[in-house]
């Protein structure tokens, strides 16, 4: 899990130019809308593009979005899920 | 002739240079566009971290108002309504489009989508600035000096602005020219009346 939300973060930053950031700025735990990183809707759809590129995983229910998208560990945490049910 | 406002800045970038009021202040030669766009944001100490998100055409359109509003302008004298953009080009967003063009194979980038319009940069900028005033953006073969001061002279002439950036902001692949100028109602050190004549000596030389 650790190496997952480590991975995520460095993929987060390259996927949407967040160049004046570093993966330990990011917390596991810190929001990544609004308060938190301050992302945007834009950065929203290209995280879904970052799960379907990188993990191969489709975010069926748009809805589930923003409980997916709330921090690095609820993403890792989507992406296990994922894995597990492929398994 | 109208004498009523005056070009009280200027700002140019082409072939990697950046001038203000016709003075070389930065220059990355043989670099790529991307690179010496991003260090031309480094040099001047720009602190908005949504550079780094924009497109090249919207990169080189911030940089260009940046630079021609450091020092220059006073913010304060004018309500946010009160500014206005209006900027034109030959080349639209098409450096964008194709980019976006390219992933659409594969995944299309979000990322990448929303800067297929040239009148983007115009948002980005008023963002940056609190702008809130008239703005516009045309498509030409080449800048056209009577139709901007025309356009821009009927805008202050009904009261719509008191201030306004205007200019060329034109790229496409690694070819870039960037020409602004400011115009206000108030005269100052240097300033040259706003007239076609000026318009087209700065596009064309970095001098009225």
Redesign the interface.
């Known amino acids: 899990m650790d190496k997952l939300m480590s991975d995520l973060k460095k993929q987060i930053i390259v996927q949407?130019?967040?160049?004046?950031?570093k993966p330990e700025d990011i917390s596991d735990d810190q929001p990544l809308f609004v308060e938190g990183l301050g992302l945007d809707s834009?950065?929203a759809?290209?995280l879904i593009?970052l799960l379907?590129?990188e993990y191969k995983i489709k975010l069926s229910n748009a809805e589930d979005g923003p409980k997916v998208f709330q921090s690095v560990r609820t993403m890792a945490d989507y992406i296990t899920a994922h894995q597990a049910q492929k398994v | 002739m109208n004498t009523q406002e005056y070009i009280t800045a200027s700002c140019s970038i082409s072939n990697h240079i950046v001038y203000k009021n016709g003075i070389q202040v930065f220059e990355k030669k043989f670099t790529a566009l991307s690179e010496f766009l991003d260090a031309a944001y480094l040099h001047f100490d720009i602190q908005y971290p949504r550079f780094y998100k924009m497109d090249n055409l919207s990169k080189l359109g911030f940089l260009g108002v940046e630079v021609l509003l450091k020092d220059d302008f006073r913010p304060a004298g004018y309500e946010a309504e009160e500014t206005g953009l209006v900027l034109a080009n030959a080349s639209a967003s098409l450096d964008t489009d194709l980019k976006y063009y390219g992933t659409v194979y594969s995944i299309p980038s979000p990322a990448l989508f929303v800067y297929t319009l040239p009148n983007i940069m115009i948002g980005e900028i008023c963002i940056r600035h609190n702008f809130k005033g008239e703005n516009a953006f045309f498509v030409f073969k080449q800048f056209d000096a009577t139709f901007m001061e025309q356009y821009v002279s009927n805008l202050f002439g009904n009261q719509l602005l008191k201030t306004c950036i205007c200019g060329w902001v034109e790229l496409l692949e690694e070819g870039h020219k960037l020409v602004l100028f400011l115009i206000e109602k108030e005269k100052r050190a240097q300033s040259v009346p706003f007239m076609v004549e000026n318009l087209r000596n700065i596009f064309l030389n970095g001098a009225a």
């Open positions: 949407l130019n967040l160049r004046d950031v834009i950065d759809l290209e593009v379907q590129q």
